[in-house]
């Protein structure tokens, strides 16, 4: 188990390498030179001089580079040129906000996915099928961001069940989750249910039929535990979607989350910050694969062979 | 017996295309995507017949006014009609949707048959580039290569590509991993024909179904990206019309006149799912075993 662990470790390193020098990348792909982003363009060339020494970037860009991936590993991102503050302490200021929001809906999307996939593969092909399918079609379709909006009126502003706008308790929290868990939900009801049509499918489903168990005690005591081995994996690929999705709803409901933080960074060109934020949150995203492979091999010993 | 060698014998009528076409129009949802998706095509062509009014018209005495006959889906905060807006914004999302899943096939197809096709060290280096591109999620990395690029309607395209061409690459790997050790393409080596003959002639055909397919399912994805990217205001400009960019001005005045931000999302929906029951529906199809 450990050195499956390891092995699937070391296949980050080339990821993790990618990523780096995406990211890296940005500052020197954007468009003007990095120092105006700093200071204003009336100052002298020796002034401009001085601040490219001093942010190092009069070296060779390899080199730039390296320092950049030093400096990343010791946690330290970059200063943030607006707010003046290290952008490592603005994202350890947000990202509990997002991960709030990330968690919560992924419990929500798979405590509506699960047993509606399940319920759709055991009644394959009637009337409870395809109506769940239908759903699942509509949700899939919508746009999380458009769904959070509609939700934000009818429930905050119509109802006013819920609040407008902010972050602090469930009640802030609850409307957002709902609205990327419910899209969620909609494909993943979809995979469940496929992986459940494979697992009814097998020979030790037919054994367990044959030997005169009752349909209810063959779909829970046999099926559903291996159907769901699948599902495990699907959790570490959507963490990706979900923290796509967690950007724009941050800004639908205002939370002061890191894809807010991130958008605002970009339309006002804080690149440090877009940067800390985008390595944030693709660790996170890499991590949270890691963890699902790992935990998919755990309850599946046949993956540790391949 | 005449009669069953004539029925073992596959005439015209009964070659792969027909059949394929004959499962295809049997699916009522496939039929129902293939009208939306019509419809959506229609209007993207015909925008400046059925627009009520230019798009960019203002007329402020009449800002935002609820649905009416004069204004179906009713008008914005300088007046402008909403339906007009959407008529033209279908072109936006179309042309999006296309030329960035374009982009994406074009690098996936090439990135993807060299991987498989060649295997060692040029598959491992593909690879990981694939799953670097994996590990960033769409609407991210697209909002980040934005940034660096700047917002416009093709920069979007390429955006979109950057994070969506992997998902091609990888099945056409796949299918040329498996192919390329068929009889048919070692026959074709022994002839000599050349690696980008037997590539283009020999596998390339055998290996467009799940291309397709995929195809049909990465343009809505596209389309949704776009939107969110709009709606963010990093996408198509003004005043140029996009679904996303109408949302974006509607949020500030959802609870006045929820109708801006209403009827742009219900035809992403629309749209989104009329490609979603093409695309399944075609991988029906194309591929009866994948048939759940």
């Excluded at chain 2, 925008?47 to 230019?54: G, I, K, R, T």
Aim: proline share 5%; net charge positive.
């Amino acid at each position: 188990m450990l050195r499956y662990a390891i092995k699937r470790i070391f296949l980050l390193i080339p990821i993790l390498l990618g990523m780096t020098i995406i990211v890296f990348s940005m500052l020197h792909l954007a468009p003007g030179d990095p120092i105006d982003l700093v200071v204003g363009p009336n100052v002298t060339p020796e002034v401009r001089e001085n601040i490219r020494h001093q942010y190092g970037l009069d070296r060779p860009v390899a080199i730039q580079y390296v320092s950049f991936v030093k400096r990343l590993l010791r946690g330290d991102l970059g200063q943030s040129i607006l707010q003046h503050k290290p952008v490592a302490e603005i994202i350890l200021e947000k990202f509990p906000v997002t991960l709030e929001l990330g968690l919560t809906s992924l419990v929500i999307s798979f405590l509506i996915a699960v047993p509606i996939g399940i319920k759709a593969a055991v009644k394959r092909n009637t009337v409870t099928d395809y109506a769940s399918m239908s759903l699942s079609l509509v949700g899939m379709s919508m746009p999380t961001f458009w769904f959070g909006l509609m939700l934000l009126y009818l429930f905050a502003y119509k109802l006013r069940l819920f609040p407008i706008s902010g972050y602090g308790t469930w009640r802030h929290l609850f409307l957002p989750a709902l609205a990327i868990g419910i899209t969620d939900a909609a494909l993943t009801a979809r995979m469940v249910r496929s992986s459940m049509l494979e697992v009814i499918r097998q020979d030790y489903i037919r054994t367990a039929h044959s030997k005169g168990l009752s349909k209810k005690a063959v779909i829970n005591r046999h099926a559903l535990k291996n159907a769901l081995i699948p599902i495990i994996t699907l959790l570490g690929l959507r963490i990706g979607w979900i923290m796509g999705g967690s950007v724009v709803v941050e800004i639908v409901f205002t939370r002061p989350g890191l894809g807010r933080m991130m958008v605002e960074a970009i339309l006002s060109r804080d690149y440090p910050v877009v940067q800390g934020g985008m390595v944030v949150l693709t660790a996170a995203i890499i991590l949270g694969n890691l963890l699902a492979d790992v935990l998919y091999a755990v309850v599946d010993p046949r993956i540790k062979l391949r | 017996m005449m009669e069953e060698v004539a029925q073992a014998v596959p005439d015209k009528s009964d070659s792969g295309f027909s059949e394929f076409k004959r499962r295809l129009f049997r699916n009522r949802a496939a039929i129902f995507g293939v009208i939306i998706l019509s419809l959506m095509f229609l209007c993207a062509v015909f925008a400046p017949w059925l627009a009520l009014s230019d798009y960019a018209r203002q007329d402020l005495p009449s800002m935002l006014q609820a649905p009416s006959w004069g204004h179906p889906f009713g008008t914005d905060e300088f007046g402008r009609d909403i339906f007009s807006r959407i008529v033209y914004g279908a072109r936006v999302s179309l042309v999006v949707g296309f030329l960035a899943v374009g982009i994406s096939l074009a690098i996936g197809l090439l990135l993807g048959s060299l991987a498989g096709y060649f295997g060692g060290f040029v598959d491992h280096g593909i690879c990981a580039l694939i799953d670097i591109a994996w590990a960033f999620p769409m609407t991210l990395l697209a909002i980040a290569i934005i940034a660096i690029l700047g917002p416009s309607l093709f920069n979007v395209c390429l955006a979109i590509a950057a994070s969506s061409w992997a998902a091609f690459a990888r099945i056409v790997r796949g299918q040329f991993l498996s192919l390329k050790s068929q009889e048919f393409v070692e026959a074709a080596r022994i002839l000599g024909f050349s690696d980008g003959r037997i590539i283009l002639r020999h596998i390339f055909p055998n290996a467009i179904a799940p291309v397709v397919v995929l195809t049909t399912l990465e343009v809505p994805k596209a389309i949704i990206v776009e939107a969110t990217l709009s709606f963010l205001g990093l996408g198509v400009q003004p005043p140029i019309p996009s679904w996303g960019s109408i949302m974006s001005s509607g949020r500030s005045f959802l609870f006045e006149a929820p109708w801006i931000t209403l009827f742009p999302g219900l035809m992403i929906v629309l749209v989104v799912m009329g490609f979603n029951l093409f695309g399944d529906a075609l991988r029906d199809s194309l591929d009866p075993r994948l048939r759940n």
